[in-house]
């Protein structure tokens, strides 16, 4: 059974701290790693991961694979109050359809 | 403007009638999905569409249906609500199968009394 384990659950920073979020999987036949951020409503599309060591950069954001430690963490720095929300990661397995959602990582960014 | 539109948003009903929950895209993609969020278990996944036609069951398809006539339509149906279905319905689309990005709706928040 493919298992999603991200850490911590739940973080509570003030503005301009950096904060760290990982993920943990086990899947099989690994094929590739989605990030999400979700605040009040839908999931948005954050960065997709399928070779290790490549950083993906977007802003204040950046997000890393390593296949071998069979994880993720994503790095958000200088943090803003807009970056409150639940971010999510889920892995995709090789011939598989149904990416397994962790169950996300609440961020609360204190003014 | 490229979107997923779900239908409704909020509904309370009643343990045994009844519902659809809409969703169309229309950024012609060929895969769509329904997902279900409860507190603590995160998003799951209830059924998924590879294109017209074709679905399949994801990890908690029981007690819905779904239907893909229409490339840009994947309804989810709920024969007979239950108390245990209440929970956050999100549908999601993806150009292709695998999937890459997904692209979710606005979520419908169901209630069954």
């Known amino acids: 059974e493919d298992k999603v384990v991200q850490s911590p659950l739940s973080l509570v920073v003030h503005e301009g701290d950096t904060v760290t979020l990982n993920c943990s999987y086990e899947v099989t036949n690994f094929r590739s790693l989605l990030w999400y951020k979700q605040e009040k409503k839908a999931p948005t599309f954050l960065f997709m991961l399928?070779?290790?060591?490549i950083e993906k950069k977007s802003g204040r954001l950046s997000s890393i694979l390593d296949k071998k430690e069979l994880s993720s963490i994503l790095n958000i720095t200088a943090t803003q109050t807009g970056d409150s929300a639940i971010y999510l990661c889920?892995?995709?397995?090789?011939?598989?359809?149904?990416?397994?959602f962790g169950r996300g990582t609440s961020l609360i960014v204190h003014p | 403007e490229a979107q997923v539109t779900q239908n409704p948003r909020y509904l309370i009903t009643v343990t045994g009638k009844k519902l659809t929950v809409t969703c169309s895209q229309n950024m012609n993609h060929e895969y769509m999905s329904w997902y279900r969020q409860d507190p603590g278990l995160g998003l799951r996944q209830i059924y998924y569409?590879?294109?017209?036609?074709v679905t399949d069951k994801g990890d908690v398809p029981e007690g819905y249906k779904v239907s893909r006539k229409e490339k840009r339509n994947f309804p989810l149906i709920l024969e007979s609500p239950s108390p245990n279905q209440t929970s956050l319905y999100f549908c999601?689309?993806?150009?292709?199968w695998g999937p890459g990005e997904l692209f979710f709706g606005e979520g419908s928040r169901l209630t069954v009394l």
């Open positions: 889920a892995p995709l397995s090789g011939g598989s359809y149904i990416p397994t």
């Open positions: 569409s590879m294109n017209v036609e």
């Open positions: 999601a689309s993806s150009l292709s």
């Open positions: 399928t070779s290790s060591g």
